[in-house]
């Protein structure tokens, strides 16, 4: 929420001309996607316009749910119909505009603001320094990662007047950034976590990139940074007064001293602060990453005015966990998000966002403690009372004291307790029956045990899928295409593996235009399931034609007797079907060949209740170079008959070619569709992108047991396993019946125990496998990685001669699934 403010300032702000028919309104929300629009009459709309997607298409849209300003550029026209509805501030570029909106709000913070730049760590350190100030201050944080050209500004907004300290990160790609973000930010203190090695593009040397990034400090009163990273000590040592430095370092010589001393248990640091003054804080990690993220923490604390016991107190409610939102299942079909460790505004409101973004359910519940953010609690209350409103919550269940103010302010029914123990003993499963419930809650209040009770068990593996890594791979692929070429996705065989349900549902979010399954009950389910975007079924079955229509589903024909089978039996119930066609260019799997053309002419004339909705082949060899001319004949023979089947249809159908590989490969033959399958799902075929995908998925597990065994001993079945000298091997509750190959017997496969790489030792069992972790620091249930971030599907799927497909559609259906958003 922002100071509020008149469209007649913003106009003077952003732009110069401005279209009014509404005495000044009062603008308290800006917002650039209409997902997150709260509250309706107060919100400004800035229509940006991205390289795939344009802003302004959304506007209608927004009006009907009763947005009525927007920050449009210039020269735009309203649709027909809005004309005199709409207040439109005009400007030359509307992210400008949404940037000096911010930089006027920024300004009239008085507060501390704390920024953070730098390669690695900058979310880390603003969630973590977000905690720990959280103990004595009003804290606002840019929510996620938002730390770019939009991104600051749109943190910037999530600022209150009521706050007493602002945490924004700052990311840059290319030269010039910086000097934008550094305006509306204006940091009063800076953090500068590293500088990485890795050349990146839009930087022509470190030197340069270092430049870059410190122009976020250039007006600030002190910036942090660590003495042994020694490009960035020079620079800044160079380039700033030295008044305006705070240095730590391991060794005496800096500023601050920060020593890490570690025992079996726990990890020490000992500060000795420039007056000599000496303290020593316990932290619940001891990698290097995490000691090195929580001085920065310490450090910028201490600027702060923050005592040490203070922080203490800060460090020892950090969650040791990463924050990311996970959807489980829970017992009689209801659907938790995790959201255990949050407790700020901006979290709520993500949270309640990946709750509305979920398939409907019975009713919306959200568990929820008292903000222990100080401030205006009653600030704080009215702000959650809004966003529990907007989101149509049925039912909320508060815990704590101060959280009881809104009963009575809801229009929904509330539940309170003084504390978590007494909700615990009055918590059944069966009060909730396929009900979308959200739990999030402040650290102290333990709140897993909530999701622990409502869950249901979770065996030793799990596949955990990030639907943040699927939007990227996605949005990877829409800029690979036209911005009017549709995307078709391919959710056939459970999503590869991933679960067709949630990422059918993940995929709705995102706007994509089909999707595609195998056989007709896959649609079934995800019809049953709420997903109402079009669905193309690739092989149904003629005893399901009567789902098809329930369901509306759209079948593919892909021979003459299937399309004679099925004009039938619509003529026979007196309805018509959208259909697709699939043509054969030699594939030579199903569909129609050129020979056949002419009696799908007479077809098409025959049966007018079949709409040939889209005409489409697929390629048998577009990952590999070597297929180049047999694709391109492909292609061309499709175009081809794709004029002649035109010519007896009265309308365009849509044509679609191209597979993921295809999209990579063959741009020019995008047609008007494309479809994509592997790729989402992080394997890039082609080996060309690699490096631009995120894996989506992790199947996990964990160890059993461990045993020490010394040379010459077997491990089991068939004594395949020889332990060549003393060492240890693990057992993983992994086997072939959970999709694990058993191909991978014999170190054939590996897997990853705290980032380590674990081979398999013996064959694999049915529900079980071996590992060899002679060379590892591990323990009985330590967490195994199996498949995920660090390990090459494609080079597993090679070592046994398989395809990255099988793998990830192997994985058996009694993994669980559990997404999450990071
Ligand atoms: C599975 C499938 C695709 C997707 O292929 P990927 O290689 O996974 O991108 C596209 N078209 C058809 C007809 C398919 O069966």
């Not at 430049?211 to 910036?223: G, N, T, W």
């Not at 699927?470 to 990877?476: A, I």
């Amino acid at each position: 929420m922002i100071q509020a403010i008149t469209t007649n300032q913003i106009r003077k702000i952003v732009g110069d001309q401005m279209i009014s028919n509404f005495e000044a309104v009062l603008i308290q929300h800006v917002i650039i996607d209409s997902r997150s629009m709260v509250q309706a009459e107060q919100t400004l709309f800035v229509a940006l316009i991205g390289a795939k997607f344009d802003g302004h298409d959304f506007i209608p849209e927004l009006y009907e749910l009763g947005v009525k300003c927007f920050l449009v550029k210039k020269g735009y026209k309203e649709p027909n119909g809005l004309s005199g509805k709409l207040d439109l501030i005009f400007a030359e570029d509307t992210r400008v505009g949404l940037q000096l909106l911010a930089t006027f709000e920024r300004d009239l913070f008085q507060s501390p603001v704390i920024s953070i730049t730098g390669s690695n760590g900058k979310t880390i350190i603003k969630e973590w320094l977000g905690q720990v100030l959280a103990q004595k201050y009003a804290v606002a944080k840019s929510p996620k990662s938002y730390n770019s050209q939009v991104g600051v500004p749109l943190s910037v907004f999530g600022i209150s007047p009521y706050h007493q300290v602002a945490i924004l990160e700052a990311g840059i790609s290319k030269v010039g950034e910086m000097e934008i973000l550094q305006k509306i930010i204006k940091p009063d203190i800076g953090i500068f976590t590293n500088i990485g090695t890795a050349h990146e593009d839009g930087f022509s040397s470190i030197a340069e990139k270092l430049r870059e990034k410190a122009l976020l400090f250039e007006d600030s009163k002190y910036v942090i940074y660590r003495k042994e990273h020694d490009q960035i000590s020079e620079y800044l040592e160079s380039a700033f007064e030295g008044e305006n430095l705070i240095s730590w370092s391991d060794q005496p010589g800096a500023d601050y001293t920060l020593t890490i001393k570690k025992d079996a248990e726990k990890t020490k640091i000992l500060l000795i602060k420039p007056d000599m003054g000496m303290f020593t804080f316990q932290v619940p990690f001891s990698d290097v990453a995490s000691l090195e993220n929580i001085r920065h923490v310490i450090i910028a604390s201490l600027t702060l005015g923050m005592q040490a016991k203070d922080i203490q107190a800060g460090i020892n409610h950090l969650k040791a966990v990463d924050m990311r939102l996970t959807l489980k299942s829970g017992y009689n079909e209801t659907l938790i998000i995790d959201d255990t460790y949050n407790n700020d505004l901006a979290g709520l409101r993500l949270a309640l966002d990946f709750m509305a973004a979920q398939r409907p359910k019975n009713r919306k519940v959200v568990f929820l403690s008292d903000f222990m953010q100080v401030g205006q609690p009653g600030e704080v209350y009215q702000e959650v009372a809004q966003l529990l409103k907007h989101y149509g919550i049925d039912l909320l269940i508060g815990v704590g004291e101060t959280i009881q103010v809104l009963e009575g302010e809801l229009p929904c029914q509330t539940l309170f307790y003084q504390n978590t123990e007494d909700l615990l003993a009055e918590l059944q499963e069966d009060h909730f029956d396929n009900d979308l419930i959200l739990v999030t809650g402040a650290r102290i209040y333990g709140f897993e045990r909530i999701v622990n009770k409502l869950q249901q068990r979770i065996h030793g593996t799990t596949l955990e899928i990030n639907l943040n890594a699927l939007t990227h791979n996605y949005n990877f692929y829409k800029t690979k295409v036209l911005p009017q070429t549709k995307i078709m996705v391919m959710v056939k065989a459970f999503a590869y593996g991933g679960g067709a349900t949630e990422i059918a549902n993940h995929l709705q979010q995102l706007r994509a235009d089909y999707l595609a399954v195998a056989y007709t009950d896959e649609g079934v389910a995800l019809r049953e399931e709420g997903i109402t975007l079009p669905v193309m079924v690739l092989n149904p079955a003629q005893e399901s034609f009567h789902l098809l229509k329930k369901h509306d589903l759209e079948p593919v024909v892909y021979s003459p007797l299937f399309y004679r089978q099925l004009g039938k039996y619509c003529r026979t119930h007196q309805f018509s079907m959208k259909i697709h066609l699939d043509l054969d260019t030699g594939m030579h799997r199903l569909g129609f060949d050129q020979q056949q053309l002419g009696e799908l002419k007479e077809l098409v004339e025959m049966f007018p209740e079949l709409i040939v909705t889209s005409l489409y082949t697929h390629l048998v060899g577009a990952d590999e170079a070597v297929h180049e001319d047999f694709s391109l004949q492909q292609l061309e023979l499709f175009s081809q008959m794709c004029e002649l089947v035109s010519e007896y249809l009265d309308h365009k159908p849509l044509r679609h070619a191209l597979n993921s590989a295809g999209i990579i490969r063959y741009p020019d033959y995008q047609f008007d569709m494309v479809r994509l399958g592997i790729g989402l799902y992080g394997v890039e075929v082609n080996g060309i992108f690699d490096q631009k995908l995120r894996p989506i998925s992790s199947l996990k597990t964990t160890i059993s047991q461990i045993k020490h065994l010394g040379a010459g001993e077997s491990v089991g079945y068939s004594r395949k396993g020889q332990m060549g000298k003393n060492g240890k091997i693990a057992t993983i509750a992994i086997g072939y019946a959970d999709g694990y190959d058993r191909r991978f017997s014999n170190g054939k496969g590996f897997v990853l125990i705290h980032g380590k790489k674990a081979p398999i030792i013996g064959n694999v069992c049915m529900d079980m496998c071996m590992v060899d972790v002679s060379e590892i620091d591990t323990k009985e249930g330590d967490e195994v990685l199996i498949y995920g971030p660090g390990i090459s599907l494609k080079e597993l799927a090679t070592n046994i001669g398989t395809i990255p497909y099988e793998l990830l559609t192997n994985i058996s259906s009694r993994v669980k699934r559990v997404y999450y958003l990071d």
